[in-house]
């Protein structure tokens, strides 16, 4: 699992959509090791679409980066407001998650 801070680091150029691999240099990681990522077709189309609506809001408010993941104004993720706000949502949808797959068990 990846930390907020590295999440909001990552940029388009770290996707490989050739080789469909998310690279991800050392600088950004929290142990300084790269790390190469496989992805699958569905999620290397979310990240095109991604980027397209990215470009949209920077263009709207002339923000410049890279960035994968933005705020909805179009800059970088990075505010500790910000992490807390995704830190919420990604452990409210992990309980939904567990519990879908806890009661859809056979």
């Known amino acids: 699992m990846f930390r907020i801070n590295t999440l909001g680091q990552i940029k388009e150029c770290h996707i490989d959509f050739t080789n469909g691999l998310l690279n991800l240099e ?24 991604l980027i397209e ?21 179009g800059g970088m993720i990075n505010s500790r407001s910000t992490n807390n706000a995704i830190s919420k949502q ?12 806890l009661t859809h068990m056979p």
């Open 26 to 49: 050392g600088f950004i990681m929290k142990n300084h090791k790269n790390l190469k990522l496989p992805l699958d077709e569905q999620l290397i189309e979310l990240y095109k679409v």
């Open 90 to 101: 990604l452990t409210k949808y992990a309980k939904e998650y567990i519990y879908q797959t």
């Open 53 to 73: 609506q990215n470009r949209k809001i920077r263009t709207y408010y002339k923000q410049d980066n890279d960035f994968l993941f933005i705020t909805r104004r």
